[in-house]
């Protein structure tokens, strides 16, 4: 991983993130491994969405998320089973774990439109960082040619969960 894409994370998940910058992008294991945590994190985001918001396009937009990734994890786990591929926990998927419980925490502690606003808000920042680690990191960096493809492949998806969400984030303000 790349220290931009490094530093991007940090700034997101404010949990001081930081990669050398020789350090060498990662493996094919450890991009299986971030592939699934950020799903994970976003599926973990929509079920507490599903539940705490009131306003339904914000919970139709959780529930969304939670199909979309789950279809996302289930295609990569399917792959690395193929593959023979552990998911190899490394820094960053780490890191990704542990700040989506912090936003979770931070975001249960809100209600009505404060929530759905901060839910929206994070929504944007994280599919853009998704999207920029998937254009500067994960893909450039999957050596298999299959999981390669399916980066590519699902990145659509991130650039229409991500303009979904600030559609939201304007009708929010």
């Keep these: 991983m790349n220290k931009s894409i490094s530093l991007l994370l940090s700034s997101v998940f404010a949990l001081g993130l930081s990669v050398p910058a020789h ?87 809100l209600s009505g439109k404060a929530y759905d606003k901060a839910y929206v808000d994070n929504e944007v920042t994280y599919h853009q960082t998704v999207l920029d680690a998937l254009d500067k990191t994960l893909i450039p960096n999957a050596s298999n040619a299959e999981l390669k493809a399916l980066l590519v492949k699902v990145r659509p998806a991130f650039v229409a969960h991500l303009e979904h969400a600030k559609h939201i984030q304007a009708e929010l303000k």
């Design 23 to 109: 350090a060498a992008g990662p493996n094919d294991a450890q991009i299986a491994a971030i592939v699934v945590a950020a799903n994970t994190v976003d599926i973990d985001a929509g079920k507490q969405a599903e539940t705490k918001s009131k306003n339904k396009d914000v919970r139709a937009f959780a529930k969304r998320m939670v199909a979309d990734h789950t279809g996302v994890n289930q295609q990569a786990t399917a792959l690395v089973q193929k593959l023979h591929v552990t998911p190899e926990d490394n820094d960053t998927s780490k890191s990704l774990t542990q700040g989506g419980e912090t936003t979770r925490t931070r975001l249960a502690g």
